[in-house]
């Protein structure tokens, strides 16, 4: 089951089991999303469990996000895999899989739309 460490701005925690799962919060991500949120995400991996082996971050409620959304996507990444976890995207609406595709971040990151999808990227 999964327990909440807390909602900051924008983003709501949780862990479940092996993964730390950040919910976005957010329509839309633009800059000023993107800075909140990425040092939320710094502020949480840095206290991360040992044995977390996910970091997953729920796109349900995001329909749009500019560049500096996919940028902060991808320092989430760089530092999660600096404690050796995979980043995978969850619930990700079909535009957003759109965008996420057309910017080749499906060669980056695990893109899932359902919950299917996601047991498989987590290789649960």
Do not use: W
């Amino acid at each position: 089951m999964s327990e909440s460490t807390g909602e900051i701005l924008f983003v709501d925690y949780s862990n479940d089991g092996d993964a730390l799962v950040a919910r976005l919060e957010v329509p839309n991500i633009g800059q000023r999303e993107s800075k909140i949120i990425a040092m939320s995400m710094q502020d949480q991996l840095g206290s991360v469990k040992p044995g977390h082996k996910y970091l997953v971050i729920d796109m349900g409620k995001v329909n749009f996000m500019n560049s500096m959304g996919i940028g902060m996507l991808i320092d989430a990444r760089s530092r999660a895999a600096g404690l050796k976890m995979k980043t995978v995207l969850s619930n990700v609406g079909d535009e957003m899989h759109k965008l996420l595709k057309m910017v080749r971040l499906d060669k980056v990151f695990s893109l899932c739309q359902n919950d299917k999808q996601l047991k498989k990227a987590m290789k649960r």
